[in-house]
Every structure is written in C-alpha cells, then in structure tokens.
C-alpha cells in the first residue's frame, strides 16, 4: 500500500516545541515535493511549509516562519516538521503530504489535486 503515517503530535504548553514525523511506505519521496499542512477546528486547511522535489529553499507560511523548520531525508524516506515556541494559534490537525508542486495557498480542490497523497493527521494542542 502506498500511504504516509504522521506522528509526534500531543499536547504543549506555549512556547513550547514538537516535532513531527512522516514516513513513507510504498513509495520514495524521489521527484516529489513534500509538504505540512494543518487544519484548525472549524477552520480550512492551510498550508504550513513545503519543499520542492527539486530540493531548495522550503517555503513557510507567515505564521509559522523563523518557528518551524521542515526538513526531508529521501534516503530513509522521511520528513519531519520541527515547531518551535508553539502558541495555541498553532493547535490543529497537522497533515503531511507528498505531490507535484511545492504549493502552499490554494483551496482544497486544487491541494488535493497537487498533493496525490496524504498522511492521517496528527493532532497538536498548544496550551496557554
């Protein structure tokens, strides 16, 4: 099966830090761009960073820039997102996901259609 698993969520106070993981199964991150993105109750989904199968610099949301770091090792077929002085605007569902182009802001039609595959999610609670 070809799939993602996300891991490493829970729960922080703020200012604290976490790192998620994403590992791949059935397939290598080869020639693909990979990304985060997180979903906030009753919110969109938004885009959290990405890098592009071509390597480079990653690209982050406003947000989150200077506070999460997205890294990718295509030889263990994993990547990783490490977030730094967390506040509780950051809580969410957090999604890693593998596609065509490194894209951030869009709606979620055209993510779904960039990004073939997605991992379940992984919940973060950031605490005030």
């Known amino acids: 099966d070809v799939q993602l698993q996300a891991s490493g969520g829970g729960l922080v106070q703020a200012g604290g830090s976490l790192r998620l993981s994403c590992a791949a199964s059935?397939?290598?991150?080869?020639?693909?761009?990979v990304a985060w993105f997180r979903q906030a109750p009753g919110k969109e989904r938004e885009g959290v960073s990405c890098?592009?199968?071509?390597?480079?610099?990653?690209y982050y949301a406003d947000s989150v820039k200077g506070r999460f770091t997205i890294a990718s090792d295509n030889a263990k077929n994993t990547m990783s997102l490490q977030m730094n002085s967390l506040n509780p605007e950051d809580t969410g569902v957090y999604y890693c996901?593998?596609?065509?182009?490194?894209?951030?802001?869009?709606?979620?039609?055209?993510?779904?259609?960039?990004?073939?595959?997605w991992g379940q999610g992984t919940l973060v609670t950031v605490s005030s």
């Open positions: 996901a593998v596609g065509d182009d490194c894209t951030l802001g869009a709606s979620l039609d055209t993510l779904l259609s960039i990004y073939d595959i």
């Open positions: 890098i592009s199968s071509s390597g480079g610099n990653p």
């Open positions: 059935g397939f290598t991150f080869d020639d693909y761009a």
